[in-house]
């Protein structure tokens, strides 16, 4: 990573991720066949050492695969997906796209993400062509920006304090993107709290000029921080290994056809729910200029472990 000024420069800091290069090779997909596509294996460079791939991914190439079976002034208005199984990270991933209707102004997909036979993913997906209306939005909360997040994180991780681990984490691991904390103290509460999470994403190099491939890499985004509003409720942390989470099922609503995700993103999210063993969370991304260009929501699955504290699992 480049090294920090007095002013950092989060555009420059995050900018040119070694593994950039490589996450953008990986999403993209091979055809293979009328409305089929296929996802070669993971590169050792991405894997994460569980074996498994990350949920993003496979929401982002089902947006490249169903959003290459329509025209281009149809974007994607909702996305709607069910996890079934975990996929193997040293396997293809094949994805098969079913054309259902195709009117004036709307296009209807079903798809269906496998491999080895099994079923990964089922999803469907709506494409609208914009029209002229009225529209609203809520205002974009006021929140530290990158370059006041950054120069936050930089002084807790060279302050040596007890969050300067956790700084180092978002600071110092390649992952293709960042993830840049609004504020930090939030991934690492032992108390119950209520507070919204807002958190910094842009892709870690400029990306082609295909709006496909910006709202694909914001569904990459989108399931990598939903849950921690959820865990915040509690006390909990999955990074202090006292819960098991596992996504069911994921919702994106597209509201922006021309967001990038190679500029800042702000993803605000929280938790309405959770019970029974799930929660329910819920997110909106904002660009720099306010606009909401997307929002989702999630439902998972949430088992706490044995370091869970006791009176948390009735003990």
């Keep these: 990573m480049p090294q920090e000024s007095a002013t950092p420069d989060p555009d420059a800091f995050f900018g040119n991720d070694p593994l950039a290069a490589a996450l953008l090779e990986h999403i993209d997909l091979t055809a293979d066949g009328a409305d089929r596509w296929q996802a070669r294996p993971m590169p050792d460079i991405l894997r994460l050492g569980s074996g498994r791939v990350y949920g993003g991914q496979v929401v982002a190439q089902v947006l490249l695969a169903a959003g290459a079976s329509v025209p281009d002034d149809r974007p994607p208005a909702s996305f709607h997906c069910r996890f079934l199984r975990p996929a193997d990270d040293a396997q293809p991933i094949n994805y098969a796209v079913v054309r259902d209707v195709d009117g004036r102004a709307f296009s209807h997909r079903r798809i269906v993400a496998e491999q080895d036979g099994k079923a990964l993913m089922t999803a469907s997906m709506m494409f609208h062509t914009p029209e002229a209306g009225v529209s ?6 006021s929140l530290p920006d990158p370059a006041e997040a950054l120069a936050t994180l930089l002084a807790t991780r060279d302050g040596g304090g007890p969050l300067a681990w956790l700084a180092a984490a978002f ?25 919204t999470v807002g958190i910094w994403l842009r892709f870690g190099a400029q990306l082609p000029e295909r709006p496909s ?41 597209f509201h922006e056809p021309d967001l990038r995700a190679d500029e800042w993103l702000l993803y605000v999210t929280e938790s309405p729910w959770g019970g029974h063993g799930r929660y329910l969370c819920r997110g909106s991304f904002f660009d720099r200029a306010g606009r909401l260009v997307a929002s989702t929501t999630q439902e998972a699955l949430c088992r706490l472990t044995d370091k869970a504290p006791a009176h948390l699992r009735g003990g």
Excluded: C, K, N
């Excluded at 609203?136 to 909360?141: T, V, W």
């Excluded at 694909?216 to 509003?229: E, I, V």
């Design 136 to 141: 609203h939005q809520p205002d974009m909360p």
């Design 171 to 195: 600071l110092e691991h390649p992952r293709g993107y960042a993830l840049l904390p609004a504020d930090l103290s939030q991934w690492d509460r032992r108390e119950p709290t209520q507070e």
């Design 213 to 253: 491939l910006h709202r694909a890499m914001l569904g990459y985004f989108s399931d990598a921080t939903l849950l921690q509003p959820a865990d915040m409720r509690h006390g909990l942390s999955w990074r202090r290994g006292e819960v098991m989470q596992s996504s069911l099922d994921h919702m994106i609503w």
